[in-house]
C-alpha cells in the first residue's frame, strides 16, 4: 500500500482545471497487488492495479472500501 499525498489547492494542466486525480501504481515482476491511496483536494481516491491470476477477488476488496470507511468514521465518532 502506497500513500501518494496530494495538493490541496486547484491545480491546472495546459490550462485545463484538473478536477480529479486517479491513484495507479506500479505493478512489479513478482508483486501481485498494489494499492495507492492519493489525495487531492478534498477528495481521497484508492487505485487497485492487481494481476488477475493472483488476485481474481479485487473486485470485493476495492467493494470493501467504502463500507470499512464508514464503520471506521463511526467508531472515531463513538470514541470522541
Do not use: K
Amino acid at each position: 500500500v502506497t500513500n501518494v499525498p496530494g495538493v490541496p489547492i486547484r491545480h491546472y494542466l495546459a490550462g485545463a482545471e484538473v478536477t480529479r486525480a486517479f491513484p495507479m501504481g506500479p505493478i512489479i515482476e513478482g508483486t501481485g497487488l498494489n494499492i495507492t491511496v492519493m489525495s487531492y483536494r478534498d477528495a481521497v481516491d484508492i487505485g487497485f492495479m492487481a494481476a488477475a491470476n493472483l488476485v481474481p477477488d479485487v473486485w470485493d476488496l476495492a467493494a470493501a472500501v467504502a463500507p470499512s470507511m464508514a464503520e471506521l468514521l463511526q467508531a472515531a465518532a463513538d470514541a470522541g
